[in-house]
């Protein structure tokens, strides 16, 4: 009964709102209703860049509702706006070293301090020991320690499973993951498995046998390290792979930066663990991160969550040591509110947009993507964004124009679309389109936001 109430409710609002739609704006209404389930909650809406005028809307555009990975389009637009407001955010990897350096000797503990980037790679870890050894340096008396410390990430959402959703961290390689890949070897003897980042607390139990027949492949983490590998691969196929998150992703990182210290020829006496570095450290080594806008493009162009949530935090390290959620966020609705955005057109509580707890409208979507073509930073978040039909998250759309570039968010419940591009007359325009149901959405609905950008190319 309760639930009837609530589809009158939402019917009769969105009769409301689409009153007075164009017969172009029907058409679309007519598009999207066929693809949405009928309890399907939404709103689209146009603005033309030359002046900021709002010309064509569609479903109900001032709704909050839940905007699944849109939220990275704040995120990536306040960092670029720090940068080119003189303050740049900090994300490079430290080495450093406490007590004293003597004949090739660290007397003392290794540091390995991470500001919060996820997209150091193995082989900048790789380099960074080769030119330690380059400086003579070929004894560590202490150990390698772990210092993620300038993130604390409480109250971020990560009650997902899988490599997609890895936990945020201060220190992290490889956007917070291993690979295990295992290849096929001769017919009845095992499978030659490994993983990387490579990592010399690693252990790998392979049962998995190369076969004549079908592939029945089993990979199956036991802990950060360890990985169980069962089942069989035909000797004549390809190398398989599966990506996993870390649990603990700075201990991970600081272990394999040991071994590719022993690597380079350089011991370490008393292992690996987690502390925080001493003042008065002494520098070994900076590993810069990308430049913001390439990190930002990054992350937008594969909607990745790690690099997004990061990104809060390190935001929120702007009047503070710790890099916190909290701060995070409060740095974010400072800077949706320099762009016209209120607590009644945007709720943001992360950076990733994996909360459910967001919720943004139709219409302050497409105003902020609007107002950001006024900035100078506003070409680096218009890179950042994939081509539709061409790359990224949106390669496989069914919808391929060089010149739409979006964003794309999706949860359960939540297919969203929000961007840049040129409709039929010739005209630049930013777009948002948000659905939410709480019903389950079909296949098909996934498509909603292709049909928008058709729309906006063939017939608006």
Not at 21 to 40: I, K, M, T, V
């Amino acid at each position: 009964m309760v639930r009837a109430i609530f589809t009158t409710i939402a019917l009769i609002v969105l009769s409301v709102s689409t009153v007075a739609a164009s017969p172009q704006e029907e058409a679309l209404n007519q598009r999207l209703a066929g693809l949405l389930p009928r309890s399907a909650r939404w709103g689209v809406t146009v603005v033309e860049l030359e002046g900021g005028r709002e010309i064509a809307r569609a479903g109900n555009v001032a709704e909050l509702l839940i905007p699944a990975s849109l939220v990275k389009l704040f995120v990536g637009g306040a960092a670029l706006e720090r940068v080119h407001a003189g303050q740049p955010l900090s994300l490079d990897t430290e080495i450093l070293h406490d007590g004293s350096l003597e004949d090739g000797t660290i007397n003392g503990n290794v540091y390995l301090r991470g500001n919060g980037n996820c997209l150091l790679s193995e082989a900048d870890l790789q380099k960074a020991a080769e030119r330690l050894r380059q400086k003579g340096i070929a004894r560590v008396s202490g150990g390698v320690v772990a210092d993620d410390i300038w993130f604390d990430r409480k109250g971020l959402e990560r009650s997902r499973k899988g490599a997609g959703y890895a936990p945020v961290s201060a220190l992290g390689m490889e956007l917070h993951t291993v690979r295990v890949v295992v290849t096929p070897s001769m017919a009845g003897k095992p499978l030659r498995a490994y993983a990387t980042p490579s990592n010399p607390y690693g252990r790998l139990a392979v049962t998995a046998l190369a076969s004549g027949g079908k592939s029945k492949l089993e990979m199956v983490r036991i802990d950060d390290t360890s990985y169980r590998i069962s089942g069989n691969l035909p000797a004549d196929s390809d190398s398989r792979s599966r990506r996993f998150e870390l649990h603990d992703p700075a201990l991970y990182t600081a272990q394999s930066f040991a071994g590719m210290l022993s690597d380079a020829g350089i011991k370490v006496e008393k292992g690996v663990f987690r502390g925080r570095t001493p003042t008065g450290a002494t520098p070994l080594e900076n590993i810069p991160a990308p430049e913001m806008d390439r990190f930002v493009r990054e992350m937008n162009l594969n909607s990745l969550n790690v690099a997004a949530d990061n990104l809060l935090l390190a935001l929120g390290r702007e009047d503070a040591e710790i890099g916190t959620a909290e701060k995070g966020v409060a740095a974010l609705r400072g800077h949706l509110a320099r762009h016209g955005l209120s607590g009644q057109t945007a709720i943001v509580v992360d950076g990733s947009g994996l909360n459910p707890a967001n919720r943004i409208t139709a219409r302050g979507m497409a105003h902020y993507l609007a107002s950001a073509v006024k900035q100078p930073w506003f070409l680096q978040l218009l890179n950042s964004l994939p081509r539709a039909g061409m790359e990224g998250t949106l390669r496989n759309s069914g919808f391929k124009n060089e010149r739409f570039r979006a964003k794309s968010g999706n949860l359960e419940g939540v297919t969203a679309l929000a961007g840049y591009g040129v409709d039929n007359s010739g005209r630049k325009v930013a777009f948002a389109f948000i659905a939410n149901s709480p019903d389950p959405l079909p296949p098909n609905a996934r498509l909603a936001g292709d049909e928008v950008m058709r729309w906006l190319a063939e017939q608006r």
